[in-house]
């Protein structure tokens, strides 16, 4: 078995302030053995508006936030898969990418997966935020293979992903043993489908879903669900941090500590799991996923 972390914390407009609760859980996801650190969507910021958004952004090359977190991973010895807004192409000045990257154990990116399924909602009716987010992100237009890691075979995907069983399905035909899916669940959703959601993926897989989240009040509008998890091959949840299930009105953004789970990836277990519960696919009636 091997070790791998997860980390929860609260992201405001702020790249600094996000970077200095990134590297409290890089240093404490060393301390505790792990060998990966899984850390949510957007860690390196938040913002209240699309116009915010997009002026935040940095290429990872010239983004104080991201080489500090390659600094850590060469320190501590620990690979990060973390969420980050990136410019996008120069023909849509006007959005920006939304990332994840991981940076391996020697502090290089070594892979890029840019989020597919954007979230367009309202969700008004649920006492819950109206976000548009095609309005400033372009859209990714392909699946990132898996691949390996001092933790397993990991394949990724970014929170409203979660929604859509076929890339899951795609990255478990490519031996995927880990899906990751770093989040900014809304608190709304999050009370109604987090959980669910996260265990139907793991257990039609047969993999360990690793879902680190944002949690708690980002600014005056925007509120994240948190309740950071994993879940196992077959479907059990082994690790679960704090959340936001409530309005919390006298809460201050970006307010609280940064938590960190410790969970052992058992290979072994999920090949047990596959071994005795074989999922074969019945491709001469339906189309392969």
Known sequence: MVLAAIGQLCSTADPAHNLRQCQTLVRKAAAAGAK???????????????????????????????????????????????????PAAAAATDK???????????????????????????????????????????????????????????????????RFPEISLALRRQHAQILAYPSAFTVPTGRAHWTVLLRARAIETQSYVIAAAQVGRHNEKRRSYGHSMVVDPWGDVVAELDGCDAGLDGESAGGGEPQLATVDIDLQRLEKVRREMPLVRRTDVYPEL
Request: hydrophobic content about 45%; aromatic content about 8%; glycine content about 6%.
């Open 36 to 86: 990966a650190l899984f850390l949510p969507e957007a860690s390196d910021y938040i913002a209240s508006s699309a116009a915010e958004t997009i002026s935040l952004a940095r290429q990872a090359h010239d983004s104080a936030f991201v080489q500090g977190l390659q600094h850590e991973a060469r320190q501590a010895g620990v690979a990060i898969n973390v969420g980050i807004h990136e």
């Open 96 to 162: 920006v990418k939304n990332t994840v990257i991981w940076i391996n154990e020697q502090g290089e990116i070594v892979q890029r997966y840019q989020k597919v399924h954007l979230f367009d909602v309202d969700l008004h009716h649920f006492h819950g935020p109206v976000l548009k987010e095609s309005a400033s992100v372009e859209p990714g237009r392909c699946i990132l293979p898996p691949f390996d890691t001092a933790v397993g075979r990991v394949g990724l995907m970014i929170c409203f992903d979660l």
